[in-house]
């Protein structure tokens, strides 16, 4: 990550108060998402509440059972299933991704819950644009089953991470975390509950942000 000249020294507290200025150019959005889809709901709800100018383009998913997809079909967003089974490579895959995307015009990709690593296929063709979530306070558990990596490490403070994507794993910039504290008697289950309450509020928050930290950071 590198900080041009010109830009604030700090991270933390980007300036958002222009943020309204592209109120009438609402972000376009392309969700990208394997299971659940709560983050896919939050999102929805934060553009509904107005706390978020953007419009979800596209839902792409990759398991045909995802409860994404039902989601999506709620708030009247297309769903495009994209299983990674019909492509010979990670890069097929990604390709016929950035196909899907521009065939939708979408500006930011959001990775909310893709269990999916990314090639340069992708990244290239959305430098900067790809931002994901994790449940864990980054750099630590990174990859499948952080939740469970934390309660077996014994950590009394775990949380999320939103980021900027980039060719390793789980290492781009980050954007915005949320601590959670791990209580006695958790389980990867009641953990993860509290650790999802934080991500559906720092998703949408980070996305706003997303905008005008870019003008700043360069990978
Ligand atoms: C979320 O907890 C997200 O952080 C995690 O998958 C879950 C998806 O939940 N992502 C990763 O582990 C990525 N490495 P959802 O389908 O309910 O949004």
């Known amino acids: 990550?590198?900080?041009?000249?010109?830009?604030?020294p700090s991270l933390v507290s980007p300036d958002i108060s222009d943020r309204t200025k592209y109120a009438d150019t609402p972000l376009k959005l392309g969700i990208l998402a394997s299971g659940n889809g709560s983050n896919f709901e939050a999102i929805a709800q934060a553009i509904k509440a107005g706390q978020l100018a953007?419009?979800?383009?596209?839902?792409?998913?990759n398991h045909p059972e995802a409860k994404a997809a039902v989601r999506a079909s709620h708030w009247g967003?297309?769903?495009?299933?994209l299983n990674h089974r019909d492509y010979k490579s990670r890069e097929d895959l990604d390709g016929q991704i950035v196909q899907?995307?521009?065939?939708?015009?979408?500006?930011?990709?959001?990775?909310?819950g893709w269990m999916r690593l990314v090639t340069p296929v992708l990244l290239n063709a959305f430098?900067?644009?790809?931002?994901?979530?994790?449940?864990?306070?980054?750099?630590?558990?990174?990859g499948m089953r952080a939740v469970e990596q934390a309660l077996a490490a014994g950590v009394k403070i775990t949380g999320c991470t939103v980021h900027l994507i980039c060719l390793?794993?789980?290492a781009g910039p980050i954007l915005m975390q949320a601590a959670v504290p791990v209580l006695p008697d958790d389980t990867p289950e009641t953990l993860h509950a509290r650790i999802q309450m934080q991500e559906h509020r720092i998703l949408p928050a980070a996305i706003a942000l997303a905008e005008q930290i870019q003008k700043y950071v360069t990978i």
Do not use: C, G
Request: proline share 8%; hydrophobic share 50%; glycine share 0%.
């Open 1 to 8: 990550m590198v900080l041009r000249p010109d830009s604030t």
């Open 127 to 142: 430098t900067n644009k790809i931002i994901n979530i994790h449940p864990s306070l980054l750099p630590s558990f990174k």
């Open 168 to 170: 390793e794993m789980d």
């Open 54 to 61: 953007a419009q979800i383009q596209v839902l792409i998913y």
């Open 100 to 112: 899907t995307l521009q065939q939708y015009n979408v500006e930011w990709v959001i990775m909310a």
């Open 77 to 81: 967003v297309p769903a495009v299933l």
